[in-house]
């Protein structure tokens, strides 16, 4: 059995797309892939301060939309049914458009942003070009659901004066609206597009750097290693494979493609259920991407918006993810037993110690980025880059299983770097328009406005509504457009409420990306049900029940932020303590197995008991005590089930 995984993202249009180019285009985008990486990495290394040279980093902003705009006019043709073996006369003259007003902007900008109001018509000229360009990439790429948001988001910036209320906008002229979109740093190359083209580039190329010299191999051989010999180890296989991959790899469908053809047939093979075994391989993927350090860049993103450390949010997210993952051991645990699933084959089995002989070096990578980065305190793009640096030199030392990373390997690195942020890309220029429009037009205020009036009266409501639109807005969507979207228009209600500022960024993020696995478009799910062979719905259906704690604990972190360290250390040593009890209370009442098989009224009790222990003890008046109560509930329920399973083994003995 193989157990290499593969760098790919199902959620792109643009998978497969360009393969069967001919071969001047094939290395057209080669070197377009190549040069976006390069401008990218040597931005994120201040490369430019290095050398003396007086740049803007909007110029390389501008540059590198440029030119993913045109790489992906070459690539993806306007729809799937129309050839793909060629790159019509039309798309020739977008891509050709995209690459000279990118590279004209990246020469022009400094002059543009000094000078913004005596040449706004230039500028305009520009924007005009550049913003349709964008706009269609981004429909080629991330779909059209993205795209009429968008299109909603410049609509209501134009025309958004005709609605009455809080919610009428500050509209300006159309020529100067198309300027202010494509020149302004808080526009089109704002934050959202700086971070990705810098930090998230250098974490791709990074995770290339993982998966050219096996590291990616060796997460899958030491997991199953780890969990083989254990009940439904074949599941937890995938669980801990799939977090440790999904938290590098930034989106969760391109982790379910990669790592679930391994996974997903290994977990029928075992016996679990076909939509049971893609719900795992898919919730596993999900939590990967909210699992520190990296959380799918989610994490360098939110330090950037709450203007915090990023070790304040990296310790904020440890125990929901840890408890988020929990809960799916357990019910792979509880499944297995339920289903008397047995581990897998011996002989799939590679030994711990050869394992750890072969890569242990993989460690080393990851021992500097953290160190970089909470000790050093270096930028995420420079520690990224050192530990690029550390996995290239300890190949080069050690090598694995006999490999080791070539120069032309570490160059294809780069282009396949440039090559993979291109979507990427185009979603950070996408959220640079939407952030523009919220700025220009008063949409945020005036949102804001609307949640907090309901919220005032209602906060469980405005907690319901909120999760309601991260869920919408999330749909089919990466990860880190997902966080930059929700935290935009989500979160800034629940901080003008009083809610914890890392706890409202949390809670609009964690169901941001639970949309992955809920329906009705959930595309994490969907994706794996196509590998398992099980309906899709089916699946997303599973995989709810699954991942349910990513439902719970976000409202659990907003009314007490004792589980995101926020608080007192003995409080949240006992958030965490029953926490945990309740997660693993809960997810036996909603299997039907502890100790063995549950009657309804059981089930229901132990699922009673789980909440119980899981509702805050500063969220209300009295809430001490209703925690209280599921403790004593849960040691009674746990007392009975060991008696009932002690009483079951004495009955089946012979007399």
Known sequence: MSNKVEFHDPESASIGAGKDLPAFWAKTTTVLGTLLAVIALSFACELQLKLGLALFTEQALHAILGISVSTVFIKVRVSRKAPQDSVPWYDCIFAGAALIVGAYLAWRYPVLADDFFALKNEAFILGIILLPLTIEALRRTAGLSLTIIVLAFILYALFGDIIPGRLRA??????????????????????????????????????????????????????????????????????????????ISGTAVANVASTGVITIPLMRNAGYDPKVAGAFEAVASTGGQIMPPIMGAAAFLMAEMLQVTYADVVLAALIPALLYYFAVFIYA???????????IPEELIPPMLRVLKEGWFFCVPFSVLIYALFWMNRSPEEAALWSGGVTVCVSWIFGYKGHRISVREILDCVRSTGENSVDIVIIGGMAGIIMGVMGSSGLGDGLTFVLIQLGEGNLPALLFLTALICIVLGMSMPTTAIYLLVAAIAAPPLVKLGINPIAAHMYVFYFGVVSLITPPVAVAAFVAAHLAGAKPMETAVASVRIGWTALVVPVMFVMSPNLLLQGGIWDAILAVVTAVAGVWLATGGLIGYMFGPMRFLIRIAHGVAGIALLVPTQSFDGAGWVELAGFIGGLVLIGKGLADRRLGKLQEQPS
């Not at 590291?215 to 669980?239: H, L, P, Q």
């Not at 645990?333 to 581990?343: T, V």
Request: hydrophobic share 55%.
């Open 333 to 343: 645990d509880l499944e297995a037993a339920r289903k008397n699933i047995a581990p």
């Open 170 to 247: 500050l509209t300006q002229p159309f020529l100067g609206f198309v300027a202010y979109l494509a020149i302004d740093n808080v526009a089109l190359v704002s934050l959202p597009l700086r971070i990705v083209g810098t930090i998230v580039v250098a974490y791709i190329f990074f995770g290339q750097l993982l998966l050219k010299s096996g590291g990616s191999e060796w997460f899958t051989d030491i997991a199953t290693a780890m969990m083989g010999r254990s009940r439904g180890g074949a599941a937890k296989i995938a669980v801990v494979a799939s977090g440790l991959f999904g938290s």
